[in-house]
């Protein structure tokens, strides 16, 4: 008997392979993959009524042909429809366009009217025999790609849409409110068949800017999707079990609060509380801490993870790079490790440059659950690190993580007594505060603690936009500054696509300050630099023996300097606002007054651009991070201000939170009625729309 095979997988067209790279894989999509704009070809105008930059579709007789030399080899065609003539121009022709084109042949051509000495012209217009039925509906244009026809996208998308299950999925008592929300009673098939065959006489403003009713109903639906999901995550993560923590009296927890050297302030002890209260349920915490530059989450922290201690567990901290991690670290070890010692207990480090032993060591003490508190970077996560019993996951800079680590984050699970696992709670700490809508949005499915007061005794920073030709006056100042027993920062840009250039950019400044500064220590840190080098000249700077760090951007975060009471931004129209702002934050921490300096070099002999001037005004204003985040979002739009959090995951396709509040917040109480009353008619409209993209989103 011959072997049993495999079918072999049926091979896929190169158009096929084009739509599954489009991600249009089901007939849902393909129904929900909306045109870009329309092309009218349902009439034909006459001649003498077209304007100059009209798309037309016009009929006529050929009266003339000729292929002329000058300028260039081009085939001319005179068309005539008896109000008035165009000329037809053909750079690059066939035999065939001639013989279509003859004398005498009647012909609709279609293309956009431009005048010119010869009169009416056409350039390369599409045309074929005159006569032939008037389409009624406007020819959609779909987005596609150089391998995707558009003809062919037509017609499969036609199909699909034929195809699809466009049943209602939204339950009739929410109907009412949706049909007020969206301001018509479209359903989704209606709106779909419309909005990809609409009808002549449709307003193309209300389509293309996507206030027609139809376009609402579908943003409406695509909201739901999302704030559905959302839901449905946090209703599982509700499902699963978590260790309970809580303090115990005069436990780490006291004890730490006891040793701090600062009272808490008011917005730090509420966190904590909301912390804590989660902590203490048996259900995972899913909770982001955000908090500006400089508010105190890492004693919030530390306070989180003395709880997890108190009750016997482990707790593991993480933060985006290995200087990121002792930087922002340092501190809490600090506090802790000398309250941890009387128990036995110890603090393990992970970080990639490990050497083998050292790393085989941390493994053992992890393990062994002798380290109570385990700091490093993601390769806290790695499948070899094996937790005897993981209780709390705190990620700080948490935008700065993939979603796909805080997934294995999450996996790290331990067996409670019972002998049920038990997911790790999760705190997530950012500087980059969301802004309201968004947070409503993507975020649906997170508590959010904010720190909204900074600690007392901070004095405000000034910042400063100064044009490059000043930077002798700049050098000036940080002299001065030096002179009286201070620090400074000066940050280079990074230049992405060139390491070396963002390098020589440094080093030259660094240069340059050394030797207009003599007898003034000048350090310089780059991301190229050994790690040993790097927290030598860090440790040089955090002590004060050094007074001027020239860096490239590996300060942006978390380093702690109160003594640095200026910093100088070179480039400062390469940084992106919230950059800019977490760099700003390394100043101010202390008592002394600080300022910001944000050099701004215009290109040879122009303006900054518009974008630019907008960041560095911005930064001027105001240093409200809630300010900042809500004008970064109005410059950049939520798909880069989210950035690691939908990686992998459809951003909005349609709705647009800047606009559509009404459509979300529509979306946000139908998405709790509906999963609450019909459960079945929730998980069909999720899988409509996100198919199996939804898994992502809940991360
Ligand atoms: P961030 O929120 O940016 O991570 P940090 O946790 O690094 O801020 O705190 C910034 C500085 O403020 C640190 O030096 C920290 O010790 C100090 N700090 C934190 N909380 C207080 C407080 N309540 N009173 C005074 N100083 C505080
Ligand atoms: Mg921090």
Known sequence: MPDAKPAPAKALSAPQKALHKLGLTRDIDLALHLPLRYEDETRVVRLSDAREGQTVQVEGTVTHQEITMRPRRQLLVTLEDGSDTCTLRFFSFYPSHQKALAVGAQVRVRGEIRGGFMGRTMMHPAFHAAGGELPDALTPVYPTSAQLPQAYLRKVVASGLGRADLSETIPPELLGSLQRAVHGTWTLRDALRYLHHPGPDVSLDALEDRSHPAWQRLKAEELLAQQLSQLTAKRERDALRAPELRTAPGGLHEQLLAVLPFALTGAQRRVIEEIARDLARPVPMHRLLQGDVGSGKTVVAALAAAIAIDSGWQCALMAPTEILAEQHFAKLIGWLEPLLAPLGKRVAWLTGSQKKKQRTEMLGLIASGEAALVVGTHAVIQDQVVFQNLA????????????????????????????????????MMSATPIPRTLAMSYYADLDVSTIDELPPGRTPIVTKVVSDQRRHEVIQRIRAQVAEGRQVYWVCPLIEESEALDLSNATETHAELSQSLPGVLVGLLHSRMPVAEKKAVMSLFTSGHMSVLVSTTVIEVGVDVPNASLMVIEHAERFGLSQLHQLRGRVGRGAAASACVLLYTPPDGGRLGETARERLKAMAETSDGFEIARRDLEIRGPGEFLGARQSGAALLR?????????????ARQAAAQMLAQHPAAAEKHIARWLGGRSEFLKA
Not at 407 to 414: D, E, Q
Not at 654 to 666: P, Q
Request: no cysteine.
């Open 654 to 666: 349609f709705a647009d939170l800047a606009t559509d509040g009404h459509l979300l917040d529509w």
């Open 392 to 427: 709390l996951a705190i990620i700080d800079e948490q935008h700065r993580f993939g979603v796909a680590q805080r997934l294995a984050l999450r996996s790290k699970m331990t067996e409670g007594e019972d002998g049920q696992a038990r997911e790790p709670h999760l705190l």
